[in-house]
Structures are given as C-alpha cells and as structure tokens.
C-alpha cells in the first residue's frame, strides 16, 4: 500500500519544473542497518522528497547502479581502512576504474571523500598517508580525463580545532597544522572545499545549563557578539564555521579555500543523560538550517559565500553502535516513514502515490559517527550529515521580529517561498 506523504501532496500544487528541477538538499545516506530499504526504493523516496544530492561512506555496487540515470548527484567515500593502500598510483587506478568509471555517466558521480575524520581518529598511523591518497586519486582521475567533474576532498572533525572562541580567534591543534597546510593546499589547487563535520548538539549535551538552546536551533535568540571582530551570530554552526575559516587565514592558509559542511544533524531520541534528542528538537534544528540554507545565507565573516551542507542522516541505522541517540539522527525510519512530525502543512483531501516502506537493506558501510564539539575527538570511517527538505518546508515561524538562527530579523510569513526556491533552483552544486 503506497504511503501518503505531506510534502508529496504539496508538490502536486507546484509547477511541474518546480517538483523535477535540481535541488540544493543533500543527505548522508549510512548503511548501518539490518532493516533498511533497498537501494531501489531509496532512489525513487529521495525524488519524491526532491532530494537532489547524497553522500555515502563507501562505493556499494548495488547503491551505485541504484542512483544511475536518476539525475542524483552522488558522493562517494574510501574508508580509513583502505587510505594507506590507495597512495599507491596503480592502487588508486584500479579503484577509480572499478567504482567510479564503471558506473558514470549514467551514475552522476561529483566527488570522492578519502576517509572520514582521519586526522582526529585514534589510527594515526595513516595520518601521513591522507594526503597520498588524495594525490594518487586525483591523478588517477586526471589520467580518466574524470578530474572536472569529479572532486577529491576529505572531511575533518571539528575536533582539529584547537580553539573556536570566540569564532575570529580560531586555531587549528598545533599539532595538526603541519598536516592540514598540504592538504589545504591541494584542495585550493584542485578547486575543492574543505569539509567540516559539525554538531552543535554535542556542545548542548555536554554543558545544557549554559549553552542556549534556542542558539543552537537556530531559534530566535539575543545573539552573541565576538568582541575581536564586533561579528554578531545568531547560531552556534556559523560561529563554528567561521572559526574554521580563522583558523585557516591564522595558519597562512589558501584565502579562497571554501568550508562546507559534511556532516550536521540532531537526534531525535537519545538515552537519559542525553538532554534534547527529541523529536520536537530534531524538526526545529532540521527544519530552520534548512530554512537558513534555502535562503542562500553566508556566515558573518563569509556573507557572500552561501553556506553548502549535508545532514545527517537519511534513516534511523539501528546497528550503530554508542548511545542510542546514535541510533536516532534519521528523517526518516528504515520503511521509509517520517522519523518525527516534520512540520509540514499539506493541502487537505488530496494524494498521490510514493515509495511504500518495506524491504531490507544490507548492512556494512558508514561506521562510528564522530564530530563531536572542539575538543573531542572523532573517529571511524563514517560519521552522520544531511540535508533534508521535508524537514524544513512550510513551517509556521509566526515570531516577533527578532535575531534569527541566521542572525537577521526573521519573517514568519516566508517558508513556502523558501521551499519553491529550492526547489527551482536548477543548479547543481555538491
């Protein structure tokens, strides 16, 4: 029996360019479940919420041949255990042979993430091969003539901070600086971003009496100011995007080098020593990051540069392990169904057929979710990230003008315009 959802019943009101064109939603898609959909019935759930961009932490054959001639752009991932192998040129060659030019153009293919938090993960011993791995990769695209439509990157933990207040005060871990700047550098030269998993949920959890929660879910709140830079934010994520971009110009780093996020997202559900996995949080959290993105807003000491995220995640993977809000950053349950009431108001008495739940993925791929705040450490191949519009459209923000998550005044009346204007913008931007 098809499953009715409210953002379906929405898009039968829009234009049809409007509910086919690209979009700028992206989301982490784990596998770390013994109960989730195939990959079959993912691909069509991800158009009908008009999801246009996923990120996977391997490069499942199966997931891969799933997404070809959908039109999604995908990225795809090499786990931390296969870096040091991969800094071999014939390694790499084989790879990129094997799970990228088999599958492209038919499965659109825009990036390669090398790891997942290597430099704040306990296996140091392939610290040094990261950015090997990166090259060989690189040139084994190059030799492909693959290099201009496919990027290499890795992303990193937040943890490589050393301090991240106030955000201009920003530092990168001493120790850490000797391997970043090469990396830096290879990113500026091959025209990729840097890629940041953050969490402003962890920074909540771990200290709830003093950290605000409306700061962090981009609710209206006082703001803070950085009285260094006299930069007012309205939201804990931009303040950590922009002490990455402190630490990068502190470090002499490339001054065009463009920070986005890989990984952010929030659970909604948790053990009992964990403050705010709820659902209510998680809708609030999801929903206005993905009001302040459609919005194309940049960061207070990025403006101009509109903020690119990825959430996490696309399901609820039952077989991560840690504490159960591990086991919670889904929008969505293994069948296919909304992880919590996404706050989205549907024309009444109308339908229309989407993916029915059922099935069951394999497990494998993703791993330990890291990205905890500064000053804790994240490891495992895979960590958590998603952008989803169904948990962002057509919320009633029906507030008194005050300093927005985004650190504006906010206008209650404007969600759905901000939903069209995802949905048309035909521009396909990983």
């Known amino acids: 029996m098809a499953i009715l959802t409210p953002l379906t019943s929405l898009l039968l009101f829009l234009p049809l360019a409007v509910a086919t064109s690209s979009s700028l939603v992206g989301v982490n898609y784990g596998l770390l479940g013994n109960n989730l959909l195939f990959p079959d019935k993912v691909a069509p759930l991800l158009r009908s919420i008009n999801v246009g961009r ?10 891969l041949q799933a997404f070809s001639n959908t039109g999604i752009e995908l990225i795809i991932g090499l786990p931390d255990r296969c870096v040091p192998t991969i800094c071999d040129p014939n390694e790499a060659l084989t790879w990129i042979r094997s799970n990228i030019q088999h599958y492209v153009p038919a499965t659109k293919i825009v990036a390669i993430t090398v790891g997942n938090e290597v430099l704040t993960g306990n296996n140091t011993s392939i610290y040094q091969s990261l950015l090997p791995a990166m090259e060989s990769l690189h040139s084994a695209l190059v030799t492909l003539r693959l290099d201009h439509q496919i990027s290499v990157t890795t992303p990193h933990s937040v943890a490589i901070l050393a301090s991240s207040y106030p955000p201009s005060s920003g530092a990168f871990r001493p120790d850490l600086v000797p391997l970043l700047c090469p990396i830096f550098d290879f990113l500026s030269r091959t025209n990729s971003p840097l890629l940041i998993n953050a969490y402003p949920y962890f920074a909540y959890k771990s200290d709830p009496g003093n950290i605000s929660l409306d700061y962090v879910l981009f609710e209206p709140n ?30 002499k780093g490339p001054k065009g080098l463009e920070v986005r996020i890989s990984e952010t997202g929030w659970p909604s559900g948790g053990d009992a020593d964990e403050p705010g996995a709820t659902p209510e949080n998680a809708a609030k959290y999801n929903g206005n990051l993905m009001k302040l993105v459609g919005e194309e807003k940049g960061t207070p000491m990025k403006p101009g540069t509109p903020l690119r995220v990825y959430v996490f995640a696309l399901f609820n993977e039952n077989l991560k392990p840690g504490p159960a809000s591990e086991r919670n950053y889904g929008l969505f349950k293994p069948d296919g169904t909304p992880a919590y009431p996404l706050g989205i108001k549907s024309p009444p008495d109308n339908s229309t057929d989407s993916p029915s739940g059922g099935g069951h993925g394999g497990g494998g791929g993703g791993g330990g979710r890291g990205g905890g705040a500064p000053g804790g450490g994240g490891n495992g191949d895979a960590s958590s990230g998603y952008y989803d519009i169904s948990s962002a459209i057509v919320r009633e923000m029906e507030v008194a003008p005050a300093v927005d998550g985004g650190g504006g005044e906010r206008d209650g009346g404007d969600a759905l315009l901000v939903l069209i204007r995802i949905l048309t913008d035909g521009r396909a931007q990983w």
């Open 222 to 251: 006082p703001g803070v100011v950085d009285t260094k830079s006299g930069l007012k934010y309205g939201n804990m994520l931009h303040a950590q995007v922009d002490a990455v971009y402190a630490a990068i110009a502190a470090a």
């Open 54 to 63: 996923i990120k996977l932490y391997g490069a499942e054959p199966s997931i």
